[in-house]
């Protein structure tokens, strides 16, 4: 097995989550088997309970683990599950040191950061590219090279070399080069410290890649080159593209694959790079263009819808589409927040829910939690709804989609979910059974892949290739769900229960995975998250199917106007 280690310097967020998977990309290109390792730096046992806002959208694997995001760039770019194991963390590692002291693992032993910790870490890599059958291990470590928190994991990683060899380990150190307008040049001593204080802890990088504005001159790749003795032909240039989707190619056309084919000791392999230049040809210059309104509550911050965007970039590229996103704060879409005044053409009013979607060829709500902007997605959902706008709800946003239907259709006067208002006349979403005795919230949720039963003749069945009904299988995270004390009267008033879990003991029909309402032209929604499993070579087919009927309503909107 072969180890590629990056690390960062100078500042952090500078790409080191899509250099690796832009880099496990070429090597997937060129056939070999690779898997991804992300190290975390903090004490959090995993990224489940932290804030979106401060560290974007909580990525979830088919094994139920809850990740940083950056998982999910693997799995898009490598186009794989990646296996249990696979996001490391100190809270992980010193949970399992602590563990095996107190069972008497180390009885006699003094226990340290050197060798106990570090073994640990190094043991955690080692079974996760072994879980994935991997024959080259990509392992990202976060954070900024002298951190503090960094320390022991770096060591470990120094270790490695002499564990497993020069030919089996190789270093990859990611940093910046500013550019100074005023003064019109480059500045590569951001880049010599950061080199030097990785070289102080044991680690001289085989390869460094550098983030800049453009291109490097290559006077400035010379420059680096000879202050941090890396060969130049193993500088390379980062810079910013128009999609990220165009890094692995940009990379690839500076010599990258070869120059870690030379220091593993690769066969040379032409790679196979298709499905990225078609992404980036339809990217760039796509037939059609369609505008989606995103109302959510974190919409300063896109990291935190990270896979959804992503997913409406794929679903985009398979209907040779730009699908343009219009961000709407949820909260100002809710007439008794204030936001917009209160009067008769107040945002929460017809006029003003004109005003912010009007423009508008498809409704997305997505995940969430907590009660802030639940009334401005309700009132999304029914201006879809009413309006025949396509909408398309994930999670949360079908739990949105059920509250409204239920009020405004099947006369349930006062639903709500029990997340929002216990005291609901009618709890149409509910706590799930299972969930009553938990008492922690750490990786208690329902979590990870789950079978959905889809029923024949509907429109999600249809977008999933199996339109006499079929069992397909996305990932979850959830605590609340369709109270099926409803169920009847939902579809009694005319909402179609198109998916559900298959042998939930006890429950009768099962839990509802999926609604839709007949007639309208597009309004579907799911309580998994399909999004997790979107790549840009294999869109999610509810974003696909979502999109191609944006496209549709648009198409439509234009005729009208020409008839008129």
């Known amino acids: ?48 309970t932290m804030r979106p806002y401060e560290h974007g959208e909580v990525f979830v694997t088919a094994s139920g683990a809850e ?36 069972a008497g693992d180390y009885l006699s032993q003094t226990v340290q950061v050197i060798p106990h910790v570090t ?32 320390l022991p994991f770096l060591e ?12 089996h380990v190789l ?20 880049t010599q410290h950061s080199v030097a204080t990785l070289r102080s802890v044991g680690i001289s990088p085989d390869i460094v890649m550098v983030r800049s504005k453009e291109k490097l001159p290559s006077e400035i790749t010379r420059k680096i080159a000879l202050f941090t003795s890396v060969r130049e032909n193993r500088v390379f240039s980062s810079y910013d593209v128009s999609h990220v989707y165009e890094v692995p190619l940009t990379l690839e056309e500076q010599g990258l694959g070869k120059a870690v084919e030379d220091l593993l000791g690769l066969e040379r392999v032409h790679p196979n790079l298709g499905v990225w230049v078609g992404a980036v040809r339809t990217i760039k210059q796509p037939t ?34 730009r699908v343009n996103i219009k961000w709407i704060n949820a909260e100002e879409l809710d ?16 006029g003003g829910l004109e005003a912010q979607l009007g423009d508008v060829d498809g409704i997305l709500v997505p995940g969430g939690f907590g009660i802030r902007g639940i009334e401005g997605k309700i009132h999304a959902a029914q201006y879809a709804r009413e309006g025949g706008v396509p909408y398309l709800g994930i999670c949360l946003g079908m739990q949105i989609a059920v509250i409204e239907y239920a009020r405004n259709v099947a006369g349930l006067e006062g639903a709500n979910s029990a997340e929002f208002d216990e005291y609901a006349p009618h709890r149409v979403i509910d706590l799930m059974p299972e969930q009553v005795e938990i008492a922690g919230l750490g990786g208690t949720m329902r ?20 339109p006499e009904g079929g069992t397909v299988r996305e990932r979850h995270r959830h605590r609340f769900e369709v109270n099926p004390a409803y169920t009847e009267r939902l579809q009694d008033a005319g909402l179609t229960i198109s998916g559900v879990t298959p042998g939930v003991a006890g429950r009768g029909a099962g839990l509802v995975e999926s609604i839709e309402i007949p007639g309208h032209p597009f309004f579907v929604a799911l309580q998994a998250h399909p999004e997790f499993k979107s790549r840009p070579m294999r869109p999610s087919p509810p974003f696909a199917g979502f999109v191609a009927a944006a496209l549709e309503r648009q198409k439509a909107k234009r005729s009208n106007r020409l008839t008129v």
């Open 1 to 48: 097995m072969k180890y590629i280690f990056v690390t960062g310097g100078v500042v952090s967020s500078l790409g080191k989550g899509v250099a690796s998977a832009s880099l496990g990309a070429l090597l997937r290109a060129r056939g070999y088997r690779v898997t991804a390792v992300k190290i975390d730096p903090y004490i959090n046992i995993d990224a489940g």
């Open 67 to 102: 990740t940083d995001l950056d998982i999910g760039n693997y799995e898009r770019f490598l186009d794989l599950d990646i296996p249990p194991g696979s996001n490391i963390t100190t809270g992980q590692v010193y949970q399992e040191v602590i563990r095996k002291e107190r």
């Open 119 to 150: 073994d640990e870490i190094k043991r955690r890599i080692k079974v996760a590219g072994e879980n994935a059958g991997a024959e080259i291990v990509l392992i990202e470590v976060g954070g900024t090279v002298g951190d503090i928190e960094s």
């Open 156 to 167: 470990a990683i120094r270790q490695f070399r002499f564990d497993e060899g020069d030919e």
């Open 171 to 190: 270093y990859l150190h990611l940093t910046l080069v500013p550019y100074l307008g005023t003064s019109n040049e480059f500045k590569t001593k951001p």
């Open 288 to 321: 059609h263009a369609v505008t989606i309104a995103l109302a959510g509550k974190y919409t300063a911050m896109p990291d935190a819808y990270l896979s959804l965007l992503e997913s409406l970039t794929h679903a985009g590229i398979a209907n040779d589409a």
């Open 335 to 350: 007439p008794s927040s204030g936001e917009e005044g209160s009067g008769e053409e107040g945002i929460g009013q017809e």
């Open 447 to 466: 979590l990870g892949d789950w079978p959905m039963d889809l029923r024949a003749g509907t429109k999600i069945a249809e977008l999933y290739g199996v």
